[in-house]
Structure formats: C-alpha cells, structure tokens
Nanobody
C-alpha cells in the first residue's frame, strides 16, 4: 500500500540545521507534487514548501531563504533542508503527495505520519 515515511526530525538549537526525508512507496512518485506541511498547537496548519514533479519549488514566506525542498525521483524521496532554525519552526512536519497539486481537491492525495522538529535552547 501507499506509504510516506518521514524521518530526520529531532531536537536542535536556534540557528541550527536539520534535514528531513520522506521515503515514498506504493505510487508513481515522479507523477506527484510533493510537499511539507507543518502543524503545531495553537498555530495554523502551514504549507511549508512544495515541489512539483518537474522540480519547481515554492515556499512559505516564513521559511524563504532558510529552507530548501528537493527530490530524488530515483529514490522516491523528498527532502527538506532546514537552516537557521527558529523556535517558531517547532512543529510536526508531514510529508504530502498530490497527483494534481496540493491546491486542488482532485486526488489522489497521500500523507504520512509526520516527524517532530523541536527548536529550543
């Protein structure tokens, strides 16, 4: 079945860096827009970054210049390199796949269980 297994979360100090990975299986990865979505208590669900199947990235204003999304279609894996981390980046980060983009209601759409990132001194 379809799986999106996020990993790489952990505890990091402000100003530090972390790389998240999401290994996908069970669908044609290179047909899908892949995204990282984060959510923390008391905060809005936020689309952090998205990358199309052709490699075009988009970023939330809150992470522009600090985060980089990338993908390796040969490995069915999407990454999120997070630099200059801030306490406000603390959240559970979820990997999401959308056949026709995250903004549309058209499916198929898949998601993983998430990985926790904690930024604190």
């Amino acid at each position: 079945d379809v799986q999106l297994q996020a990993s790489g979360g952990g505890f990091v100090q402000p100003g530090g860096y972390l790389r998240l990975s999401c290994a996908a299986s069970g669908f044609t990865f290179d047909d899908y827009t892949m995204s990282w979505v984060r959510q923390a208590p008391g905060k809005e669900r936020e689309l952090v970054a998205t990358i199309t199947n052709r490699g075009t990235p988009r970023y939330a204003d809150s992470v522009k210049g600090r985060f980089t999304i990338s993908r390796d279609n040969a490995k069915n894996t999407v990454y999120l390199q997070m630099n200059v981390l801030k306490p406000d980046d603390t959240a559970v980060y979820y990997c999401h796949g959308d056949r026709y983009g995250i903004a549309t209601m058209r499916g198929p759409k898949y998601w993983g269980q998430g990985t926790l990132v904690t930024v604190s001194s």
